[in-house]
């Protein structure tokens, strides 16, 4: 729940849902022993690859390696992973009783003080493992001052991408993860079902959202929000910062997830407001359902990840939308990954050309967008098996029955 939903009472629609639901039970979290098992993966990536170490920052991959929950700020915190031997955590001197209480791996606490270079600490600790004349990874996300202000430390260590360290690993999920992965999907889904049985008209988006949020919260999930979007706002993907209320006939498409210790769920769906679909927006219906449908077949082991988008986008032209990614049709990609950030690589999306494999999990949300009238966005996600794609969860059989 956001901070300013838990402030207040709950009252209305949010008051309401909340109350007629009951709190999940949870899988459990990622251990510490998978955690360190990450960790001796990406020494033996980089060793493979020739590099001394790897440098994460505060974020999803300093979380997915230690444990360590942190904001970014213009004082750094990190995890330097060197190709052998335990990791180091640097990290200003006042957090690190705070760092060390989330720290869930074998790691030595190296603190900075405030008038002093917390980059010389990394250089120091390449130098001592003896790999300061090998490339350095950075992943991919690592602000450029770190890198810039390492090089000053080290001018003779090359930094590279980290990539084929960190976006390999988490690209692929564990047993553990996809089953975090699937109790927030299905969080996700109840929480809107329920949200969707107590709507009456003039009602605002904001007014439905937050009784979203409140049903995540009431459920076990930890959410942020969501999309409501009313009417013409359906056809913008991201919706309109106009007022709507909602009124019947109203097409309404909702957009929203949330995290099960860390893994997130993504999940859309759109429905006629209190009156019967018309024939075009019954159309426009059937039709991103196909879409979703043609993503999940073309999602094959080995494929390319673009591929999928590609063979929506063949359809979608062929029934008269586009071409490409003009509208009306589809004006953004098919699909995204997902795992312990709600957009994370590699997307589905025209000239992608990473191969999917089991484990990978992402977004399957080929909408259609008529600007000035409505649009029409079904998001399931899946992931990847040996044996193809598996839903985490199943898309509505019509737009009569937009939650099964």
């Known amino acids: 729940m956001t901070a300013a939903a838990s402030a207040f009472p709950l009252s209305g629609l949010a008051a309401q849902t909340a109350e007629q639901l009951t709190p999940r039970p ?23 690859q020739g590099l001394g170490a ?4 505060s974020g999803a991959s300093l979380d997915y390696y230690t ?45 900075w003080q405030e008038d002093e270079e917390p980059l010389k600490l990394v250089a120091d600790f390449l130098r001592e493992r003896g790999v300061a004349k090998l490339p350095a990874a950075f992943e991919e996300t690592n602000r450029f001052f770190l890198s810039d202000r390492l090089s000053r430390q080290l001018p003779g260590t090359r930094i590279v991408s980290g990539n084929n360290v960190v976006r390999a690993q988490r690209m692929v999920k564990s047993a553990t993860e996809l089953a975090l992965m699937q109790a927030a999907n299905d969080i996700t889904i109840a929480a809107f079902r329920q949200v969707h049985a107590n709507l009456k008209a003039g009602m ?20 942020d929000g969501a999309l409501v979007l009313i009417g013409e706002a359906s056809a913008l993907p991201h919706g309109s910062r106009k007022p709507h209320v909602l009124a019947r006939g109203d097409v309404v498409l909702l957009d929203g997830g949330c995290s099960v210790h860390g893994y997130q769920s993504d999940i859309s769906r759109t429905f006629v407001f209190g009156a019967d679909p018309t024939a075009e927006q019954r159309k426009v219906w059937d039709q991103v359902h196909r879409g979703q449908q043609i993503a999940l077949a073309a999602a094959r082991v080995g494929a390319a990840a673009g591929s999928v988008d590609d063979a929506v986008r063949r359809a979608y032209e062929s029934w008269g939308y586009g071409p490409g990614y003009a509208l009306p049709g589809l004006s953004h990609r098919t699909g995204h ?46 992931h ?20 099964g």
Not at 35 to 48: G, P, S, Y
Not at 54 to 57: K, Q
Not at 70 to 85: D, I, K, L
Not at 345 to 357: D, F, I, M
């Open 26 to 48: 949870l899988p459990p979290p990622i251990t510490s022993a998978e955690r360190v098992a990450r960790l001796r993966r990406a020494q033996q990536l980089l060793q493979q």
């Open 54 to 57: 790897l440098l994460v920052e």
């Open 67 to 111: 444990g360590i929950q942190w904001w970014r700020s213009e004082r750094p915190t990190a995890v330097v992973v060197p190709a052998q031997g335990d990791p180091i955590i640097v990290t200003p001197f006042f957090e690190k009783p705070s760092i060390a209480e989330m720290l869930e791996v074998p790691a030595e606490i190296r603190t």
């Open 204 to 223: 605002s988006g904001r007014e439905i959202e937050a009784a979203i949020t409140a049903a995540t919260a009431r459920l076990g999930g930890n959410g």
């Open 337 to 382: 990954g997902i795992g312990m950030e709600g957009h994370e690589p590699v997307n589905l999306v025209h000239g992608e050309t990473t191969k999917l494999a089991p484990g990978m999990c992402f977004s399957n949300e080929p909408g259609i967008y008529l600007p000035g009238k409505f649009g029409i966005r079904l998001e399931d996600c899946f």
């Open 384 to 403: 990847m098996t040996a044996g193809g794609p598996r839903w985490f969860t199943t898309p509505p059989p019509s737009i009569d029955q937009p939650f």
